[in-house]
């Protein structure tokens, strides 16, 4: 049988692809189970196995049978391991990661530093819940954030994920403000939780048929110029919002990611957002950048909104903060911060110490290995690459090329020299890389789109290996 992603399942909508690579040799593999194909390319196992249950299809049967069909899983294959960039599936293949579990392992799997914070922490305490006794890794984490996040007065507070974090940063501008209003953009992602499924800007598929959005909530279309919508035309949508739909005076919160994740990796124009500020600040609305997906050096700063010369309200954090323990947060203007009630924030796991451990060396390994300028050289990397690949007839036709630091991303095509999103053949191709041994991520409004998430700590010979992997899972098999 084939292991390997047909493509026809999607995460965020995200699709990727766990794929073999014969190395190191695979000793359970059921050659029973393998095509020739199969076969020829994992070669090094002549290991029959004896363990049926330790194959990937085994496991995907039994997950099939236990786990409903709404969690999707992009790759048929089961983890066994990971290091850095690296991963090896439970019958011994070899992946280089170029998703990073959607842009969380910025620091790689297990690195050092995290992995003995965390063994250290647990050696105190697991859980208490700051609601009922304090603890240090949790102070220590919001001072170190607020002292490098871009607002002048900054209190913060921490969460399990980042639906939590954005949910939660917009219960903080509704206290603030007194007002019930959110603005956010078509293409938007931000949580399936009631509320940001609300505000996610794409029905399909994560709003279940028959789930209305939340009254209040108003999408923008995002600008994308290539795609037919200016920066124009999103001020002019925003103001038409606020003459049909509700008075600037009752929205609480613009809320905007810097660079859409799950909707394309399209970049928020720098006067857009400029804009949207001084719109904000006309009328006492809280401007909340979503940082779940870019934050934490991805962009080559700590924050993306770094790029925008502005102070944003709110900052909803989550995914690399911990370095693969699940903590999200909100930083924000103390201001804002402390419009809640006592009582009013919180959650029993929210800001669990091992994750806070975690996420303290997080930062550090951000400033000691320079994450950010890294991040910067192999976005640079990776758009050259991309670039070149483009130019030859012998691949599939690309569209736009973008990246902001090393969150990098391109369309796919129907025809060269045009925009029209070719979704099938962003199936195609992940599906490809998946079977070459590398993780891809598609993401965008269209489906067209494939996003490099490297962590950014990849040696260079890894991130070449991957981008080869890349270029050859690109090829038109037309050619
Ligand atoms: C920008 C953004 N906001 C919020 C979320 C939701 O985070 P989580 O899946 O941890 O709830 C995501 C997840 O991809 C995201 O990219």
Same mark, same amino acid.
């Given at each position: 049988?084939? *292991?390997?992603n047909?493509?026809?399942?999607?995460?965020?909508?995200?699709?990727?692809a766990?794929?073999r690579?014969?190395?190191p040799?695979?000793p359970?593999?059921?050659?029973?189970?393998?095509?020739n194909?199969d076969?020829?390319t &994992?070669?090094?196992?002549?290991?029959s196995?004896s363990?049926a =249950?330790?194959? =990937?299809?085994?496991w995907?049967a039994r997950?099939? +049978?236990?786990? /409903?069909?709404?969690?999707?899983?992009?790759?048929?294959a089961?983890?066994?391991?990971?290091? =850095?960039?690296?991963?090896?599936d439970?019958?011994?293949?070899?992946?280089?990661?170029?998703?990073?579990?959607?842009?969380?392992?910025?620091?790689?799997?297990?690195?050092?530093?995290?992995m003995?914070a965390?063994?250290e922490?647990?050696?105190?305490?697991?859980h208490?819940?700051?609601? !009922?006794i304090?603890y240090? !890794?949790?102070?220590?984490?919001?001072?170190?954030?607020?002292?490098?996040? /871009?607002?002048e007065? @900054?209190?913060s507070?921490?969460?399990?994920?980042?639906?939590?974090?954005?949910?939660n +940063?917009?219960?903080i501008?509704?206290?603030h403000?007194?007002?019930?209003?959110i603005?956010?953009?078509t293409g938007?992602?931000?949580?399936?939780?009631?509320l940001? $499924?609300? $505000?996610?800007?794409?029905?399909?598929?994560y709003?279940?048929k028959?789930?209305?959005v939340l009254?209040?909530?108003?999408?923008?279309?995002?600008?994308?110029?290539?795609?037919?919508?200016t920066?124009?035309?999103?001020?002019?949508?925003?103001?038409? !919002?606020?003459? @049909?739909?509700m008075?600037p005076s009752?929205?609480?919160?613009?809320?905007? #990611?810097?660079v859409?994740?799950?909707?394309?990796?399209?970049?928020t124009p720098v006067p857009f957002?400029q804009k949207?500020?001084?719109?904000?600040?006309?009328? %006492?609305?809280?401007l909340?950048?979503?940082?779940?997906?870019?934050?934490?050096?991805r962009?080559?700063?700590v924050?993306a909104?770094?790029?925008?010369?502005?102070?944003?309200?709110?900052i909803p954090?989550a995914? @690399?903060?911990?370095?693969?323990f699940?903590?999200?947060?909100?930083i924000?203007?103390?201001?804002i $911060?402390d419009?809640?009630e006592?009582?009013?924030l919180? %959650?029993?796991?929210?800001g669990?110490?091992i994750a806070c451990?975690?996420a303290?060396?997080?930062?550090? *390994?951000?400033e #000691?290995e320079k994450?950010?300028?890294?991040?910067d050289?192999?976005?640079?990397?990776?758009?050259?690459a991309l =670039?070149?690949?483009?130019?030859?007839? &012998?691949?599939?036709?690309?569209g736009?090329?973008r990246?902001?630091?090393?969150?990098?991303?391109? #369309?796919?095509?129907?025809?060269?020299?045009?925009n029209?999103?070719?979704p099938d053949? !962003?199936?195609?191709?992940?599906?490809?890389a998946?079977e070459?041994?590398?993780?891809l991520?598609?993401?965008?409004?269209w489906g067209?789109?494939?996003?490099?998430?490297?962590?950014?700590t990849?040696p260079?010979?890894?991130?070449?290996?991957?981008l080869?992997m890349?270029?050859a +899972?690109?090829?038109?098999?037309?050619?």
């Amino acid at each position: 049988m084939n *292991i390997f992603n047909s493509g026809s399942v999607a995460t965020h909508d995200v699709r990727c692809a766990f794929n073999r690579h014969p190395e190191p040799p695979l000793p359970l593999m059921e050659q029973a189970e393998l095509s020739n194909e199969d076969k020829a390319t &994992t070669s090094l196992s002549t290991d029959s196995g004896s363990d049926a =249950n330790s194959t =990937n299809a085994a496991w995907l049967a039994r997950r099939q +049978a236990a786990v /409903p069909r709404g969690v999707v899983t992009g790759s048929s294959a089961f983890i066994d391991k990971a290091e =850095n960039a690296e991963i090896w599936d439970i019958e011994g293949r070899r992946y280089i990661d170029f998703g990073s579990g959607i842009a969380v392992t910025n620091t790689g799997h297990r690195h050092e530093k995290v992995m003995r914070a965390a063994a250290e922490q647990s050696e105190r305490f697991a859980h208490v819940a700051f609601q !009922v006794i304090g603890y240090d !890794v949790y102070v220590t984490l919001a001072e170190r954030l607020n002292a490098l996040a /871009p607002i002048e007065h @900054a209190k913060s507070l921490f969460f399990t994920t980042g639906a939590e974090a954005t949910e939660n +940063a917009v219960k903080i501008a509704r206290a603030h403000t007194g007002r019930s209003g959110i603005i956010t953009f078509t293409g938007a992602f931000h949580g399936r939780t009631l509320l940001t $499924m609300s $505000m996610t800007g794409k029905a399909v598929p994560y709003r279940p048929k028959g789930t209305p959005v939340l009254p209040g909530i108003y999408h923008v279309p995002f600008p994308v110029p290539h795609h037919g919508v200016t920066e124009e035309d999103s001020l002019r949508a925003l103001h038409n !919002v606020f003459k @049909a739909d509700m008075s600037p005076s009752d929205i609480a919160a613009i809320v905007i #990611e810097p660079v859409q994740g799950e909707g394309g990796f399209y970049q928020t124009p720098v006067p857009f957002m400029q804009k949207l500020r001084s719109i904000c600040d006309e009328h %006492g609305i809280c401007l909340v950048a979503d940082e779940v997906q870019t934050g934490f050096a991805r962009t080559g700063k700590v924050f993306a909104i770094e790029h925008y010369g502005i102070e944003p309200d709110l900052i909803p954090i989550a995914k @690399a903060l911990g370095g693969g323990f699940p903590i999200s947060g909100v930083i924000g203007k103390a201001s804002i $911060m402390d419009s809640v009630e006592p009582g009013g924030l919180g %959650g029993t796991y929210a800001g669990n110490p091992i994750a806070c451990a975690a996420a303290l060396a997080v930062l550090d *390994i951000i400033e #000691e290995e320079k994450l950010c300028e890294r991040a910067d050289r192999i976005g640079a990397r990776m758009i050259d690459a991309l =670039n070149r690949i483009k130019s030859k007839n &012998t691949s599939r036709p690309i569209g736009d090329i973008r990246g902001l630091g090393a969150m990098v991303a391109f #369309e796919l095509v129907t025809e060269r020299g045009t925009n029209t999103p070719d979704p099938d053949a !962003v199936k195609a191709v992940i599906s490809k890389a998946g079977e070459l041994g590398l993780v891809l991520l598609s993401c965008g409004y269209w489906g067209n789109t494939i996003r490099l998430l490297a962590p950014l700590t990849i040696p260079d010979e890894h991130l070449e290996e991957g981008l080869s992997m890349l270029e050859a +899972a690109l090829v038109d098999p037309a050619t």
